[in-house]
């Protein structure tokens, strides 16, 4: 989830920690965020955290609970509203494409669940 960072400035802005201070303070300073597992796949534990419509307590208990009480990292990365119009995945072998998918979320979500 942190080898796209590569990228620079194509990379979202993103935090990776387990201190539910600095996350927090991450998510107030962006307003809204997308949470996401660092040893999870396939969508699993993702959520996008709005600092503006959800109560800053339950942001904080979403952050601890990720981080299972602030004992492993995740990572935290700027929400980009664009995702609405779904995101395409690229798989390279010996630097040729090899696949290529589109996912798109369901209308109203901001998660793509593959399942």
Same mark, same amino acid.
């Given at each position: 989830?942190?080898?796209?960072?590569?990228?620079?400035?194509?990379?979202?802005?993103?935090?990776? @920690?387990?201190?539910?201070?600095? +996350?927090?303070?991450?998510?107030? !300073? %962006?307003?809204?965020? =997308?949470?996401?597992?660092? #040893? &999870?796949?396939?969508?699993?534990?993702?959520?996008?955290?709005?600092?503006?419509?959800?109560?800053? @307590?339950?942001?904080?208990?979403? +952050?601890?609970?990720?981080?299972? !009480? %602030?004992?492993?990292? =995740?990572?935290?990365?700027? #929400? &980009?509203?664009?995702?609405?119009?779904?995101?395409?995945?690229?798989?390279?072998?010996?630097?040729?494409?090899?696949?290529?998918?589109?996912?798109?979320?369901?209308?109203?979500?901001?998660?793509?669940?593959?399942?």
């Amino acid at each position: 989830k942190w080898a796209p960072a590569a990228l620079g400035p194509l990379f979202p802005r993103s935090l990776v @920690s387990s201190s539910v201070d600095r +996350l927090t303070e991450f998510v107030i !300073r %962006e307003k809204k965020a =997308v949470l996401k597992p660092l #040893f &999870l796949a396939q969508s699993r534990g993702v959520e996008v955290l709005d600092a503006e419509a959800m109560p800053l @307590s339950v942001v904080r208990e979403k +952050l601890r609970s990720a981080s299972e !009480r %602030e004992s492993i990292p =995740v990572i935290v990365q700027q #929400f &980009l509203p664009g995702i609405a119009r779904g995101e395409t995945r690229l798989w390279y072998v010996d630097g040729k494409l090899l696949a290529a998918i589109r996912k798109i979320p369901k209308a109203g979500e901001s998660v793509i669940d593959m399942d």
